[in-house]
Structure formats: structure tokens, C-alpha cells
């Protein structure tokens, strides 16, 4: 096992041969010299490297959760090492895929498994939220206009280059699908006069944003219902989907989209802004098991493609994946700040486990193959658009 753990880390340094990366085995042995390295990868008893070779990230994930190893220096590093080397064209085992057939069939999006999936990662309650996200509690990339804004300053800057694209105007109507504590929705009702609905399968992301709605005072302009996307009903004059595309599913595409083209008026604009990929490949095992199951990241030619056959045509896509990456760097230091707290909650191997979700998503989206698409269409054509982008980017 130890030979063949040697022979990893020699994909490694093929992969990357400017990688600095030291290995400590279960009996002390050392590979790699600590001194000249970023990072120090400990492997605890044999078992972990067994799994790591077996099931790669879901092995490292389920391994470093549960204590079987240890990482000294920088964790993002590591993960990317890790990434260049499955981009090296390293196939996984049989077993590997296997496991990734079955956890899909068991957490596909249908109506009775929606629910499920969504509060498995969505209801763990605001005070928990709170120890990372701003005080919002926006759980979507921001926009950072400049470098130095804070998170709060850059969730508003998101909200606020998603109304301009979508050229909101007093009185229009809004439908915000998969609205989570309720930001965009709020957002809109107070600086633009617009009125709407949003959904989520979150009681307490329901409960959360009904309550701050009421608050402000805009009760009589926006609501929160908890309701599956697919029980809406309708017609708007603007549509926006922060977020929640990923949890559709490859299979309900078509129908979400289906859904979209009914709730927009003729000619009505949309803004679909989810993670998403260049190209198919399969999601991960340990972040659909563990943290989003039931997830699915789309890539860009069957989003345009499930548009266009349901008469959704697309003006404008914009990646925002290095302010994803920015974004996620963010909770993961307040998430630090804040971990002593965190683990009071739900204990040590749940603070690994989110740890290590912040981090791979922001490695992720550095390096690997995540994209944060930002996807305005409208339904059927739209000549009143404006040709250029200078009314998103006006003081």
C-alpha cells in the first residue's frame, strides 16, 4: 500500500513538477522534504491511504473527517495537487463509479426527494449560517468591483448587477425561484419598486425571510413561500434563479425550463446565475454525499440547449468564477473566526468535513473545472434589450 501511495505522489510531481508536497506515512516514514514543502500530507494508519487510492476525493474526504489524516500548511495546495492530477487523465477505479451511479438514483430531485436534499444542507439554522456568510445571510457568489470590498459590499454589488441586467422597473413583477433568505428579493422591492414572489423548500429559510420582509415593511410587495419550484404559478414580468439551478437535476432540465417559458411574460427577461461546467463530467462523490445531494452542475452547452427548445433566447453570459473563488475564500476565513462555535454545534468531524467544502469549492473554481455562469435570456425575442452592457456598469 505504501509503494503504491509513493507511486501517487510521483503522478503528483509529473503533474506539477514545480509542486511542493511531503508525505508522512503511518510509521514515520517521510517522503518529500518538509522544509521545501507548502504543504504535509499525514496519513494516519494505512487505511487512509487505502481509501484515498480506492476512491480518491471521496476517500480524502471521508478519511480527513474522520481524523485518518492530518494536513499541515496550506489545505487549497493540497487540493490542488490534487486536481492537476485527475486532470492528468487518471480514470477511476469501477467501484468509484459504481458508487456514483447508485448515489445518484438515490438522491435524484424528484418530488418526493426534493425536500430532503434541500434541508439536508439548507436548515441548519441562521445562527450556524451567520459564523460565515454576511450579515444577509446571501449564500451565492458575490461580485467584487473592487478587491478590497468587503463580502457584505460585494453581496450587495451582486444584487445589485443582476437588477441592472434584468432592467428593473417600478411596478414590474419579479419571481425569484430558490430565493434562500430572501436577498435578491429585498433587494429589488427597495431599490427598484418591484413586486414578486420567491420559493425555497427551506421552512427555516422561509420563516427567516417572511420575518425580514416583514421587518422592512415590504410585506405588501414581496412574499417567501415554501414550495417546490414546479407548484409555482404565474406570469412575470422578470425571473431570476440565484443558486439553485445546481439542485434541479440532469433530468428535470427540460421541465425547469419548461417552467420558465410559462411563468415569463412574451418577451419577459430572466437571469439564471449557477455553478456550472464548460462540459459534462461526473459531480463528486464526497460533496454529493456529503454536503449537496442530489446536485447536479450543469454545463453551458445543455443550458443553451434546454433554452432554446423551449423558446428562451440568450443575450448574455457572464463567468464570474474568480469571484466564486474570492467568495469562498471569504467564508472560509470567517468560518475559521468563527470555528470554535461551529464546533460546539455539531463537533469536530462536521467542522473537517465544512472545512474542507469551502476550501475544495474555492480550489475548484481556481483550478479545476467550476464556472459560475451568469446566463440573461429572454422568452422569445426582446429588441428593446440594449446592444452593450454600459447600463449594467453606470454609477
Known amino acids: 500500500m505504501k509503494e503504491m501511495f509513493k507511486d501517487l505522489v510521483l503522478r503528483v510531481r509529473e503533474a506539477d513538477p514545480g509542486s511542493a508536497l511531503a508525505v508522512r506515512f503511518w510509521d514515520g516514514e517521510t517522503v518529500g522534504s518538509r522544509d521545501d514543502s507548502q504543504v504535509l500530507l499525514c496519513l494516519n494508519s494505512e487505511n487512509a491511504a487505502r481509501k484515498i487510492l480506492c476512491e480518491g476525493f471521496l476517500g480524502f474526504g471521508e478519511a480527513y473527517t474522520e481524523g485518518d489524516l492530518e494536513i499541515e500548511g496550506n489545505l487549497q495546495e493540497l487540493l490542488r495537487l490534487g486536481i492537476a492530477v485527475k486532470h492528468n487523465h487518471v480514470r477511476p477505479p469501477f467501484r468509484k463509479k459504481v458508487r456514483l451511479i447508485l448515489d445518484h438514483l438515490k438522491n435524484s430531485n424528484h418530488l418526493g426527494r426534493a425536500n430532503k436534499n434541500i434541508t439536508h444542507h439548507y436548515d441548519r439554522g441562521e445562527e450556524f449560517y451567520s459564523l460565515y456568510l454576511d450579515k444577509t445571510l446571501t449564500y451565492s457568489c458575490a461580485y467584487f468591483k473592487d478587491p478590497e470590498d468587503s463580502l457584505e459590499k460585494a453581496q450587495w454589488n451582486k444584487y445589485e448587477h443582476i437588477a441592472r441586467k434584468l432592467?428593473?422597473?417600478?411596478?414590474?413583477?419579479?419571481?425569484?425561484?430558490?430565493?434562500?433568505?430572501?436577498?435578491?428579493?429585498?433587494?429589488?422591492?427597495?431599490?427598484?419598486?418591484?413586486?414578486?414572489?420567491?420559493?425555497?423548500?427551506?421552512?427555516?429559510?422561509?420563516?427567516?425571510?417572511?420575518?425580514?420582509?416583514?421587518?422592512?415593511?415590504?410585506?405588501?410587495?414581496?412574499?417567501?413561500?415554501?414550495?417546490?419550484?414546479?407548484?409555482?404559478?404565474?406570469?412575470?414580468?422578470?425571473?431570476?434563479?440565484?443558486?439553485?439551478?445546481?439542485?434541479?437535476?440532469?433530468?428535470?432540465?427540460?421541465?425547469?425550463?419548461?417552467?420558465?417559458?410559462?411563468?415569463?411574460?412574451?418577451?419577459?427577461?430572466?437571469?439564471?446565475?449557477?455553478?456550472?461546467?464548460?462540459?459534462?463530467?461526473?459531480?463528486?462523490?464526497?460533496?454529493?454525499?456529503?454536503?449537496?445531494?442530489?446536485?447536479?452542475?450543469?454545463?453551458?452547452?445543455?443550458?443553451?440547449?434546454?433554452?432554446?427548445?423551449?423558446?428562451?433566447?440568450?443575450?448574455?453570459?457572464?463567468?464570474?468564477?474568480?469571484?466564486?473563488?474570492?467568495?469562498?475564500?471569504?467564508?472560509?476565513?470567517?468560518?475559521?473566526?468563527?470555528?470554535?462555535?461551529?464546533?460546539?454545534?455539531?463537533?469536530?468531524?462536521?467542522?473537517?468535513?465544512?472545512?474542507?467544502?469551502?476550501?475544495?469549492?474555492?480550489?475548484?473554481?481556481?483550478?479545476?473545472?467550476?464556472?459560475?455562469?451568469?446566463?440573461?435570456f429572454s422568452n422569445g425575442l426582446n429588441n428593446s434589450i440594449p446592444m452593450t452592457r454600459d447600463h449594467c456598469y453606470v454609477n
Not at 249 to 263: H, L, Y
Not at 302 to 319: F, P, R, W, Y
Request: with cysteine.
Open 167 to 376: 432592467m428593473l422597473k417600478e411596478g414590474e413583477s419579479l419571481i425569484d425561484v430558490g430565493c434562500g433568505w430572501g436577498g435578491m428579493l429585498i433587494h429589488a422591492a427597495r431599490n427598484y419598486g418591484v413586486t414578486g414572489v420567491g420559493n425555497t423548500l427551506s421552512p427555516r429559510q422561509c420563516e427567516y425571510a417572511n420575518q425580514r420582509i416583514r421587518e422592512l415593511g415590504l410585506q405588501d410587495r414581496i412574499q417567501v413561500v415554501l414550495k417546490d419550484y414546479r407548484h409555482m404559478a404565474g406570469r412575470f414580468d422578470k425571473f431570476v434563479s440565484i443558486g439553485m439551478f445546481e439542485h434541479v437535476g440532469r433530468n428535470f432540465i427540460p421541465a425547469f425550463m419548461e417552467k420558465v417559458s410559462q411563468w415569463l411574460n412574451p418577451g419577459g427577461v430572466g437571469l439564471l446565475h449557477t455553478i456550472g461546467k464548460d462540459t459534462y463530467s461526473p459531480f463528486d462523490l464526497w460533496t454529493m454525499r456529503y454536503i449537496f445531494p442530489g446536485a447536479y452542475l450543469p454545463n453551458l452547452p445543455e443550458i443553451a440547449q434546454h433554452m432554446g427548445e423551449k423558446g428562451l433566447t440568450i443575450v448574455d453570459v457572464e463567468n464570474l468564477r474568480l469571484h466564486y473563488a474570492k467568495t469562498l475564500d471569504c467564508w472560509a476565513g470567517n468560518f475559521e473566526k468563527n470555528v470554535e462555535k461551529a464546533r460546539e454545534m455539531f463537533g469536530e468531524s462536521f467542522v473537517r468535513m465544512w472545512r474542507l467544502y469551502l476550501h475544495a469549492s474555492s480550489a475548484n473554481f481556481k483550478h479545476g473545472q467550476g464556472r459560475l455562469y451568469q446566463v440573461l
